[in-house]
């Protein structure tokens, strides 16, 4: 049985409790409402706080990073010219932005569909046949192919390749150049999923050229100096071509991008970017003028 004084120190002791309970409730309401205000898509009473708290728009860009230096995997890191390009270019224009991986044909058709990614960033070349499906920014890269085949090759230009054995990136400006000079239906003329897989059919002596954006040919030959390739430039059947960022076509983002590319290369931003990942100055004459 209970002395008085046995039952007072325990009331004391469950009024204690009791208020240490009280406030960590009242603690514990106060974090999730800090919580809360700070996740994407909280909404609170009245038409301010629902505009503070509104989740800002994060674009999406797709693309395929295997094209150093444009864009390549670094461990789990997306690096190159395109990558610091866009970083500059969404930094002018004020907005947020995301650029993942995908592979060059889920880039094509989601950036088409233009409901998970709105844009693509890819060493992409501006033709008249995909401006049919996709809206372009302006051009912010000239470039053009090359060849690229084994020191002692008898191959000095585009037109030595028809009846070679060729190797090139399917659904590329390399492949729509070689199937004019080869034919459509040669079966000399050999298309991968992806530029790397063709470079590694001439390595393996299953090819005797690869067709390529300069910028790839050139960083690979550069990386590889015991494979003794050489790179052929043919400036006569290989023409300059210009990349854009891709756009599902009526996107809102191209006039937003657009000033913003612009200002860059004007800025002098650009050819800080260029010498980073190309050791020279860019020839801005053309890209300037180019549509």
């Given at each position: 049985m209970e002395t008085r004084k046995e039952t007072k120190t325990r009331n004391k002791w469950i009024l204690s409790a009791l208020i240490a309970i009280l406030v960590l409730a009242i603690a514990g309401c106060g974090s999730d409402k800090a919580?809360?205000?700070?996740?994407?898509?909280?909404?609170?009473?009245?038409?301010?706080?629902?505009?503070?708290?509104?989740?800002?728009?994060?674009?999406?860009?797709?693309?395929?990073?295997?094209?150093?230096?444009?864009?390549?995997?670094?461990?789990d890191t997306i690096k190159g010219f395109d990558i610091d390009f866009i970083a500059a270019v969404m930094e002018e224009a004020g907005m947020k932005y995301e650029v993942v991986n995908t592979g060059w044909d889920t880039m094509l058709q989601s950036v088409q569909q233009g409901t998970e990614y709105q844009a693509g960033l890819s060493a992409v070349s501006i033709t008249d046949e995909r401006k049919q499906t996709y809206d372009f920014s302006v051009p912010y890269f000239e470039s053009t192919n090359m060849i690229m085949v084994k020191e002692g090759s008898d191959i000095k230009s585009a037109l030595d390749l028809k009846d070679k054995t060729v190797a090139v990136q399917t659904a590329t400006t390399a492949d729509e150049l070689m199937s004019k000079i080869m034919g459509v239906g040669n079966t000399k003329l050999k298309r991968f999923d992806s530029n790397a897989v063709a470079m590694m059919e001439l390595d393996n002596g299953g090819a005797d050229a690869v067709v390529a954006d300069i910028a790839i040919i050139r960083e690979y030959i550069k990386n590889n100096p015991k494979m003794k390739l050489v790179g052929i430039k043919d400036t006569p059947n290989f023409g300059s071509e210009y990349y854009g960022i891709l756009f599902p076509k009526g996107s809102e983002l191209k006039a937003k991008l657009d000033p913003a590319i612009q200002k860059v290369i004007e800025n002098g931003k650009y050819e800080e970017i260029y010498k980073k990942w190309f050791g020279e100055a860019p020839d801005l004459t053309n890209l300037k003028n180019a549509k």
């Open positions: 919580n809360n205000s700070s996740n994407t898509g909280s909404t609170n009473s009245g038409s301010n706080a629902a505009e503070t708290n509104a989740p800002e728009t994060v674009v999406k860009f797709a693309s395929d990073a295997i094209y150093a230096p444009m864009e390549y995997m670094d461990k």
